[in-house]
């Protein structure tokens, strides 16, 4: 870092948001002014304050949370903050409008930082413009660290490291499952889905971007042989169960992707991943794939086409800073499995790996997944050999994050695929 003595460990950016709001309640649960030198950053000084009066009197370890202020579309705000801390952890979306000018300030203060984007456009840019700076500044960028795509990139490497350990070879494919989930949204998500969309409708970079399932691989290395997310319902090749396309799957498997080859392809050029949604066996299960895929169809076309695309801003999403109620956020769930197949010296094998909680995906769990990604970062706690990039959290954090998921409350486990099942619950709202 530039500088040696930062005041904070971390700056929790965007704090008063809905996503921020839950960062900040659950860091000043779980650590103690002794163990982290927390900050409170955002641009309305009377809203901050406010949250720092209920911190406190909820925390009895906290007596005093200072609070840093400054604004998206004032750069040299952003420099101040990023040059007095070790890591800033960042909810304040869409990341399109708002996250470039924090990413240069934490590049140039070489100050790491993490953020829980889903919108793959914006990944995408910011690879082609700041990686390189990145690397040589040492600076630990780290997208994506909440639903969108923890469960998924890190789960995926489980399953890989597992399969290298026990087999000697990787798997060359993973099937991943949506299994089950329930949530509720907030009009933060809903303004970033619409910024993809509307970056694609205007931008062939952007639309070049959504259709190239190796879009956020480095320079060069943009192409490969998967063919990319599932279009239609499909029978599963290792399940036998009916699926449904994953509307996630376009932002989790190209940070897969991401992650194989930032880490020197440790599971081969040609290996495959594909995020769907199960829905069961039979012909309830088609019907119910078919159910799935025709929503998801009518939904995409809807975001595409300009006028409806507002029309749902204006009279269907809720508005910025609306979000779940805490009865919603305490009583969400979700499970997502991720199935590795392989081929050993003697025969072919199978591992899983499975990633659940019994909070909201997008609020609950994805605060606690940033946060612990965020301190992964502050303690320098990483399995990497990235030392600075654009980077993925199992590339850039990996195994260590999911120890401390698991501390915060969250099922993570990997082993052999023992019992293949058919059953399975068609998949809810979760972002």
Not at 17 to 35: I, N
Not at 231 to 240: E, N
Request: hydrophobic share 35%.
């Amino acid at each position: 870092m530039s500088n040696t003595d930062p005041q904070h460990d971390l700056v929790v950016w965007g704090a008063t948001g809905v996503a921020g709001r839950l960062v900040a309640e659950y860091l000043t649960e779980q650590y103690t002014p002794d163990q982290l030198s927390l900050a409170l950053g955002g641009r309305s000084e009377s809203r901050l304050h406010k949250l720092e009066t209920t911190l406190r009197e909820r925390r009895s370890a906290w007596d005093d949370i200072p609070i840093v202020l400054g604004d998206a579309t004032e750069p040299e705000s952003l420099h101040a903050i990023a040059e007095d801390t070790r890591v800033v952890c960042t909810t304040v979306g869409p990341y399109t409008k708002y996250g470039t000018p924090l990413v240069e300030a934490c590049i140039a203060a070489e100050t790491d930082y993490c953020d829980l984007t889903g919108e793959v456009n914006w990944v995408r840019e910011m690879i082609d413009r700041y990686h390189d700076d990145a690397v040589e500044a040492g600076t630990r960028i780290v997208h994506s660290c909440g639903f969108d795509s923890i469960p998924t990139d890190l789960g995926t490497k489980l399953v890989q490291s597992f399969a290298i350990d026990k087999f000697g070879t990787p798997c060359e494919m993973a099937q991943i499952y949506l299994e089950d989930s329930r949530g509720g949204v907030s009009g933060g998500t809903m303004a970033s889905a619409i910024e993809v969309f509307r970056a694609a409708s205007t931008d062939p970079l952007a639309r070049q971007t959504l259709r190239n399932p190796y879009s956020l691989a480095p320079k060069g290395e943009r192409d490969g042989v998967d063919p990319g997310a599932q279009s239609v319902p499909k029978k599963d090749p290792l399940r036998s169960v009916w699926t449904a396309p994953s509307p996630m799957a376009m932002i989790n498997e190209r940070v897969v992707r991401r992650s194989n080859a930032l880490l020197g392809y440790p599971w081969g050029r040609e290996f495959e991943c594909t995020e769907v949604l199960p829905m069961g066996d039979g012909l309830g299960g088609l019907a119910r794939a078919n159910a799935v895929w025709a929503g998801i169809t009518v939904a995409t076309a809807g975001m595409a086409f300009g006028p409806t695309r507002e029309g749902l801003r204006r009279f269907v999403f809720p508005d910025p800073g609306e979000g779940p109620t805490r009865e919603q956020i305490e009583n969400g769930y979700f499970t997502v499995r991720v199935l590795g197949r392989g081929t050993a010296t003697d025969g072919p094998f199978v591992v899983e790996s499975q990633i659940s909680t019994d909070r909201d995906p997008g609020y609950g769990a994805t605060a606690r997944m940033l946060s612990e990604a965020a301190m992964c970062l502050v303690r320098d706690q990483t399995d990497s050999p990235l030392a600075g990039g654009i980077l993925t959290p199992a590339s850039g954090i990996g195994d260590p994050l999911a120890d401390r998921l698991r501390r915060a409350g969250l099922d993570v486990e990997v082993d052999v695929w023992l019992t293949p099942s058919k059953s399975s619950v068609a998949v809810s709202t979760s972002r």
